[in-house]
């Protein structure tokens, strides 16, 4: 059964953990206090701080309060939903002034470029938040790469270890799961998208075998032929 869609992680497929984890999250964490104070009054960030004060149980907490369990949470590494959102319009204002660039391996913007000419649809889904992704793409070291990709997936799709997340994701495509091949260093991630029924194929940049997958170390190794 030919492909018809591409649907690829980011961390450590697409683009380097490092660049999250050394570069983003340190920039947000520096960023936070004056952004939240400078933009505590804007209605987008006033809602998030709502949602924190609500989250933390501390419905009167002040804006320096409401910075110090942000800060709290990012030491905890907490998922929350609101945390995220500020991290991503922090982002946005360094991508926009261009003090971050987003990285992505030159081997797979080569292959998105070429998948993208040659017809099939390409597709992201990252624990990262939708606006993420399309930041680090519009923004990328090798430009904007957003026009190559159809649509975005993350976590409101469902965890990315749960083969659930993957039937919603194949619905949203609207193609037989057979046809989509899902692209990820995490095996966990693999082997949930093959019990829904996709084709996969693992990436270990560093080399080894990611068990029960094909597994190659760059883009420029994955033959959409013979997945």
Do not use: N
Request: charged fraction near 20%; hydrophobic fraction near 40%.
């Amino acid at each position: 059964m030919p492909i018809k869609a591409i649907l690829t992680d980011i961390e450590g497929t697409t683009s380097a953990v490092s660049f999250v984890f050394d570069v983003l999250f340190p920039y947000a964490g520096k960023h936070l206090p004056e952004f939240v104070r400078a933009h505590a009054e804007d209605p987008d960030v006033a809602m998030q701080l709502g949602a924190i004060r609500l989250d933390s149980g501390e419905p009167e907490a002040d804006v320096e309060r409401v910075i110090e369990i942000l800060q709290q949470w990012i030491a905890e590494d907490r998922k929350a939903t609101p945390l995220k959102a500020l991290q991503g319009m922090i982002w946005q204002q360094g991508y926009e002034t261009g003090e971050l660039k987003g990285h992505v391996y030159p081997d797979a913007v080569q292959a998105l470029k070429a998948w993208h000419q040659q017809g099939y649809e390409l597709y992201v889904y990252s624990s990262g938040s939708i606006q993420a992704q399309q930041l680090i793409f519009g923004y990328s070291e090798a430009g904007d790469l957003t026009p190559l990709f159809s649509g975005y997936f993350d976590t409101t799709s469902g965890p990315k270890r749960d083969a659930q997340s993957y039937r919603h994701i194949t619905e949203a495509i609207g193609c037989p799961a057979g046809k989509i091949l899902f692209l990820s260093d995490i095996v966990q991630e693999l082997d949930a998208a093959q019990e829904a029924g996709m084709l996969t194929c693992g990436l270990a940049r560093e080399g080894g075998k990611l068990e029960g997958h094909t597994t190659v170390r760059s883009f420029a190794e994955i033959d959409l032929m013979h997945p």
